[in-house]
């Protein structure tokens, strides 16, 4: 009788556990349906973004001032799960007309943009990918109740330099004025130079751009919005808020070029290294402790009361998402458009497998001019992983050289493009030209490149479809009509550098025209 009653308990538990597992595995089997669609969504939207995502790191990581890159992504996922509540009780209405459209146009612009490697609208792009998708699964309400953290995102993106960069300057002078006059109340001789040169007794001190404090205030922003979003509930408070946080940032970046001519005149030698570095850090936390002491203090005075948390309503939003023929209908248009616009770079590329470019062959004589026997192994610039690249000396007659650089790139990418951050120093101090070619104009630029502390004349364009371009935008364009017309995205640089020179007359510049009019008709038959 004993051993009955125990095996009839031990097969009760055995009972139970059977049965918790086998609700486990209808709630699992439940959701596959979900899952399955969310996976298959997810694949091509990452392939997709992949390339632009890459760049947006490599931004953060190497670039001054955007290091807080990192955190916009798991704060806007933040404040997006902090909505999750009131999104459980909104209904989902599919924009299947407006959402496919704004879908296809933001993927659209993110191939446009990856094609020509524009980072800045790559960014927005993907921002807008990401909002279409929004829309087109799930409808306007939810669109609504997800701009705030979808907006967010453009923290991510260096969009915001093009409102920043134009405050730069007048930052520097007045964070160099105002530190100067920090100082001189503090009883320490400080002059001020050409407006940026802070001369101590010990030192003198120029405030540069990166000291103007545009990136302390971006950064300021970064955490303000999303802290005055979640603490305070009434306009005022916010912008009151927002208008305290740049105030906060340009007052701080006073104190930090303040602290550091403290520093140097008490005898300081290092402003450069470990501890500008650490110096900068202090500054910004305590910038940063300033900034939540204000939230605090608006957010005893903002009298409005809490958003009140309605109970939540116990439903399955995943199985009725996706018993929805909309819903069904919208995840299809968008798994078809996301797969269209993954595959459609392969397809863009069909015609570059079919160009053949040997550089190597390039001819010893050019005209009257000759290679030289023993070249010069250092190349005055160059392009970082070209596909094909040509650096070689010519001599004229009359013994004047000038040095041939040509950098081709067979398939361009974002992040691996013609024009880009690797053709950025030659645009500093290009001016744009034409060189007389026999009866035809050239496009070009002057330039000169700082080499060893000595500046080089030097003129360049970019070789496009056998076209020559000078300008980047049209340059770009020129790219992306290839890619959707011919399916390719090739092109070269072309630069020719002559002696160094210490003046700037029109004498130094006929070596490169003499020596381009010859080199363009020779150089098409080897760039396609």
Known sequence: MQNSLVDSSKTVEGARSLSAFGRAKATLLSQYPFLLRALGLGIPLILLCAPTIGDLVNLWWTRYGFSYGFLVPLVSLSLAWIRVPALQRTPVAPALVGGSVWLIAATLLLLVSQIGGVITTAGVALILVLSGLVLLLCGYAYLTALAFPLA??????????????????????????????????????????????????????????ECSGAGLLLAVLAVGLPLAYLTLRAWWSRVTFVLCGVLIAIVANWVRLTVMGIYSQSGGKDLHGPYHILQGLFVDWVAFAFLFAAAWLLAKLDRSGPTPVLPREPRSPSRFIVGAPDWNGAWWLACVTLTAATLLPYWLERGAAERTIDLDAFPAVVGDWVIEPQPSDESIFGLQDPHQSLARTYRAPDDRRVQL?????????????????????????????????????????????????????????????????????????????????????????????????????????KAHEEFAGVLFPRIQEYLP
């Open 405 to 509: 650089y040509v950098a081709y790139l067979r398939t361009q990418r974002q992040g691996k493009e013609l024009v880009g951050m690797g053709t950025a120093p030659l645009h500093e101090r290009a001016i744009a030209t034409d060189l007389r070619i026999g009866a035809v104009s050239l496009p070009a630029n002057r330039t000169f490149i700082d080499k060893s502390h000595q500046y080089v004349p030097a003129v360049f364009w970019y070789h496009i479809n056998g076209m020559s371009y000078a300008d980047r935008s049209q340059a770009k364009l020129a790219t992306i009509k290839q890619a959707f017309l011919r399916g390719r995205t090739d092109g070269a640089l072309v630069l020719v550098s002559a002696e160094r020179r210490t003046g700037q007359t029109e004498e130094q510049w």
């Open 152 to 209: 967010y995102l453009i923290f991510i993106t260096p969009v915001l330099d093009l409102l920043i960069e134009p405050l730069e300057w007048p930052f520097q002078l007045l964070t160099a004025t105002m530190s100067v006059f920090m100082l001189q109340k503090l009883g320490i001789p400080v002059l001020l130079e050409q407006n940026i040169f802070m001369i101590l007794p010990t030192v003198t001190i120029k405030v540069t751009r």
